[in-house]
């Protein structure tokens, strides 16, 4: 009988090529132009919706998911069966309120829940891609999600809306799309990643790469998993998602179940017994050549670099209504990332609110229970719907 933890890493990898989920197969003569160069063709791209679209089809929601997310936003996922990712924003009342909004969610090129990416099966040779796909950069993803919404008779978007590598996501479609989005809310984002980013990225690549049975990227191919790698990069970028305070809020430096120090390297801790669990339950649900390529490409952005070196280029002339929110405790990408786009956003003379939410709960905190960001989308986007005449 498969262990736990075999049963769900089965079940993960079949989502990379039978999601739980609807799916837009584009053939051979269809291809999504990469920025690294190649056509891929044929592929397809997995998806979720909630609600309805309206007759004039013009309450659509793009909703952007993160580097770890995937389609289900607001759905039970069916690796983990757990919640949808953002339920406390999306959903029948919520902000993103599916009562109103026809809501789309895709999972990114080069991710692991039915899109096209390194777990998918190549066509040429009948296995996994594995590092035979092409690396993917956040414009590819918006690009993909484009021919999606022109499948599905969606000419433009009345919310586009996302946080970290989602709020990426988002400033590239206002960069290449303006006409396509009416309002636009990129949320703990920044119009580039950092070098301190980059650098945490690589220890975790580096982790899956000297992992034995990451075997290349054909782990697929010989039935294993790197596992203990990618459960180690999962950790260390986890403590990134987080802060100090919240972490001596939740942890502080109480032993777990244990009155004393074992003196050995148990997990002693509590905060290493969190970080732990962490790493394992996100193996069981992502595959580890997919977080390799996300990785990445979250390091290739660079918004202003794609229009000159001048960031306010990227908007020049833009009609698309923004609202850029921060989180005072986000050391991942801090309220100066998200001034430098307002700044850049006023130059370009574009409509744009800020907000920096009051939080010690860290990068995160875009994800949890937070009022002030709760409270602020629910304005910002039913003002933009009254304007859109929603």
Not at 209 to 227: F, M, Q, S
Not at 252 to 265: E, H, I, M, N, V
Not at 366 to 376: Q, Y
Request: with cysteine; charged share 20%.
């Amino acid at each position: 009988m498969a262990t736990p933890l075999l049963k769900s890493g089965i079940e993960a990898a079949s989502q990379a090529v039978e999601p739980t989920s609807p799916v837009a197969r584009f053939a051979a003569d269809e291809p999504l132009a990469m920025d690294a160069g190649v056509d891929l063709a044929p592929w397809q791209i997995a998806y979720q919706t909630a609600g309805t679209l309206n007759a004039a089809r013009s309450n659509a929601v793009l909703v952007c998911h993160a580097l770890t997310g995937d389609q289900h936003v607001a759905n039970t996922h069916p690796v983990t069966g757990k919640p949808g990712w953002w339920e406390r924003l999306v959903g029948p009342g919520k902000p993103v309120d599916t009562d109103r909004y026809f809501v789309i969610c895709a999972n990114v090129v080069g991710s692991c829940m039915g899109t096209t990416g390194p777990a998918s099966i190549n066509p040429a040779t009948g296995r996994a891609y594995g590092l035979d796909f092409p690396l993917v950069t956040v414009r590819d993803m918006v690009r993909g999600q484009a021919m999606l919404l022109d499948r599905l008779g969606i000419k433009d978007l009345f919310l586009c809306i996302g946080g970290s590598m989602g709020g990426m996501q988002v400033l590239q479609w206002a960069a290449s799309y303006p006409e396509r989005v009416f309002a636009a809310m990129p949320i703990a984002t920044g119009a580039r990643h950092s070098a301190q980013n980059i650098a945490f990225h690589e220890v975790g690549r580096q982790a899956i790469l000297a992992d034995p049975n990451w075997h290349g990227g054909r782990y697929l191919d010989v039935g294993t998993r790197p596992a203990k790698g990618l459960g180690v990069a999962r950790m260390g970028a986890h403590i990134t998602y987080l802060s100090e305070p919240a972490l001596h809020r939740k942890f502080g430096r109480r032993l777990q179940d244990r009155d004393a120090p074992t003196f050995s390297f148990d997990a002693d801790f509590q905060i290493e017994s969190y970080l732990r669990h962490q790493g394992i339950t996100f193996v069981e649900r992502f595959d580890a050549n997919a977080y390799l390529y996300l990785t990445r490409a979250m390091d290739y952005f660079d918004l202003a670099a794609d229009h000159g070196g001048v960031l306010a280029n990227a908007f020049r002339g833009t009609r698309t209504r923004f609202c850029i929110m921060s989180f005072t405790s986000d050391w991942l990408f801090p309220t100066a990332d998200s001034r430098a786009i307002v700044h850049a956003l006023n130059a370009a003379a574009a409509p744009v609110a800020f907000v920096e939410v009051e939080s010690d709960k860290g990068h995160d905190a875009f994800l949890l229970d937070e009022p002030a960001m709760i409270s602020a989308a629910r304005g910002f986007i039913a003002a933009a719907g009254r304007e859109r005449g929603l």
